[in-house]
């Protein structure tokens, strides 16, 4: 059980960061005000873009995959690592389609209903992320304090409280509460990390405990090789933009500059806590030899054995910090599903209401939307199957998106038939029929098609991802190319937000409208045939991005040497 200090650490730190979020409700008047705010500079986003990314169920994850497979399972969040340097490409053009949710922009590129389909998807995702970060929080608190607290009452604690200010003071709170959380989940992710490694003797103590060297190695053919790595970051890298909270991360800055160095950064930021989960989850393969463990407690355990041998009150700081990690995120998603509810289909049947009843539906839906998200925490098996699935609902409508930003052909019957496509070929996967048909596929054993899973043979996820992937993409095109465009006019304004850079003193206008005054740049284009746009990126972004090409290998680089000591 906690002691004194730590009870009092603990509920300082709760007390205070309730309080912070909810006198920053006072600047909230309008929607606007709550979903999208575009007031802070580049300090404050690029902690909430390491905030909103950040969260404990990630560290538990990682830790619980490195504990089982070896430091290969750093993947299961550098599967990020390779997508980080396009996020400074891409984080000025969310900003520039000066949108308050990513619905909006699917309505500027479509129509209504592309919006409202991305609205119930977008919430979905979020849901689902909730959930996971709920179960993972709850597994480490869990372990730490010896089940003496049960799981669902640790949960609920940790909901009531980031609903409290969420709710109150929309994403503004949440990027204020992010600033000072974000150094917690810092705190958290690398608080354990040189006292385990101390108990077993080091780096070269490390290796004398583990005999077997796959464990060291950063791809393990057996489940995570090189295959697996390079699918999976491309699925990811096609879902990111439309993750529902990725607006908030790119533009909620006063410049599309603050939210390109926000974003960027603040993953990088990122990039290296998740070694340190990741050497964590490998010193416990050692620390706890010969016991059996549940894997997703890994880390609370290691906690509950370190922490209080330190000093008084570290217990307290560590639960506090991956408090900080999970409410540092829920409430970003939260203000982003509740607005997406509110402001693309709610508005869209209740017309010409007042500003306050807005507000009023958009505090309500965010207590719905976290309830089913905690409700949900409790179906997943474990913290591995739900970080899975969650990277398999963004990539549905991603393809939609970035058929309709290369493409100007692509339509709205496209975009339904990419997103539903995506989805029937993914449930198709893991019927036991297609299982059947794949592994008598010529080359399926070579190829590895299908592997054994907890509950018998499955499509290998690589593989499952590049079936749905290639059947969505086809049908997008194959049905853009046989139903009506869409309107040259709203063609245009869409590809002029998309190049239109945005000043600083610009004022609020409607979402995706280009304000009074602000004449667009002609296009630039590397390629303009056949309906393509693809434009040509300014030398700020070409630099950037070879740049965190640059911080990308010598991230993996330090990790290669780490493991070779």
């Not at 408090?323 to 203000?335: G, I, K, P, Q």
């Not at 002609?522 to 045939?529: A, G, M, V």
Request: charged share 15%; hydrophobic share 55%; aromatic share 14%.
């Amino acid at each position: 059980m906690l002691g004194a200090i730590d009870l009092s650490i603990l509920v300082f730190y709760l007390l205070g960061i309730t309080i912070l979020g909810v006198w920053m409700a006072r600047r909230v008047r309008n929607l606007s005000e709550f979903i999208m705010p575009r007031r802070f500079g580049k300090l404050m986003m690029v902690m909430h873009a390491f905030g909103t990314g950040t969260h404990s169920d990630q560290a538990v994850g990682v830790a619980s995959k490195s504990f089982s497979n070896g430091l290969s399972g750093i993947w299961y969040q550098w599967l990020w690592l390779f997508c980080t340097p396009f996020y400074w490409m891409i984080a000025p053009v969310m900003r520039r389609f000066r949108a308050n949710t990513t619905a909006d922009v699917f309505e500027a590129r479509y129509d209504k209903s592309v919006a409202m389909l991305y609205a119930v998807i977008g919430m979905l995702n979020l849901i689902t992320n909730m959930g996971v970060m709920l179960r993972g929080s709850g597994e480490v608190i869990t372990a730490v304090l010896g089940d003496s607290v049960p799981i669902g009452l640790v949960i609920a604690g940790m909901t009531v409280l980031f609903v409290i200010y969420g709710m109150a003071g929309g994403l503004s709170a949440a990027i204020v509460t992010d600033f000072v959380q974000g150094f917690l989940t810092i705190i958290f992710s690398f608080i354990l990390l040189p006292f385990v490694l101390d108990a077993v003797g080091g780096l070269s103590g490390l290796h004398d405990k583990i005999a077997d060297g796959r464990m060291f190695s950063l791809v393990a053919p057996a489940e995570i090789g090189i295959f697996y790595v390079v699918v999976i970051a491309f699925n990811g890298l096609v879902g990111w933009a439309v993750q529902p909270h990725t607006m908030g991360n790119c533009a909620a800055g006063r410049t599309e500059m603050d939210g390109r160095v926000g974003t960027t950064v603040g993953n990088f930021i990122k990039r290296f806590c998740t070694v340190a989960w990741c050497l964590t989850g490998l010193c416990a393969v050692a620390y706890f030899a010969g016991k059996d463990i549940n894997p997703d407690q890994v880390y609370g355990l290691m906690a509950r054995d370190f922490m209080p041998a330190i000093m008084p009150g570290m217990l307290g700081i560590f639960i506090a910090s991956l408090l900080a990690s999970v409410m540092s995120s829920c409430d970003s998603f939260m203000v982003a599903s509740s607005g997406l509810f509110t402001e693309n289909i709610y508005k869209q049947f209740v017309k010409d209401k007042g500003e306050k009843h807005y507000v009023m539906v958009v505090r309500i839906t965010a207590i719905a939307v976290v309830a089913v998200g905690a409700v949900y925490s409790f179906w997943l098996p474990d913290v591995i199957k739900g970080i899975e699935i969650f990277w398999k609902i963004a990539p549905m409508m991603g393809i939609a998106f970035w058929m309709g930003y290369f493409w100007r052909r692509a339509t709205a019957g496209g975009a339904w038939a990419a997103t539903l496509t995506g989805f029937a070929v993914w449930w198709l996967t893991t019927t036991g029929f297609f299982v059947s048909f794949a592994a008598r596929l010529p080359g399926a054993e070579a190829l590895r098609f299908v592997v054994e899973g907890s509950s018998g043979p499955q499509i290998y996820m690589p593989w499952q991802m590049i079936f749905y992937l290639t059947a969505a993409i086809g049908a997008g095109i194959a049905v853009s190319l046989f139903t009506k465009q869409v309107p040259k006019d709203q063609l245009d304004n869409y590809f002029a937000l998309a190049r239109t850079p945005v000043k600083e003193i610009e004022q609020p206008v409607e979402p995706c409208t280009l304000p009074e005054g602000v004449t667009p740049p002609p296009p630039r284009n590397l390629i303009s045939k056949w309906g393509f746009e693809i434009p040509v990126p300014s030398m700020i972004s070409v630099v950037g991005f070879l740049a965190s090409w640059v911080l990308v290998a010598a991230i993996i680089y330090m990790v290669f040497v780490i493991a070779s000591v």
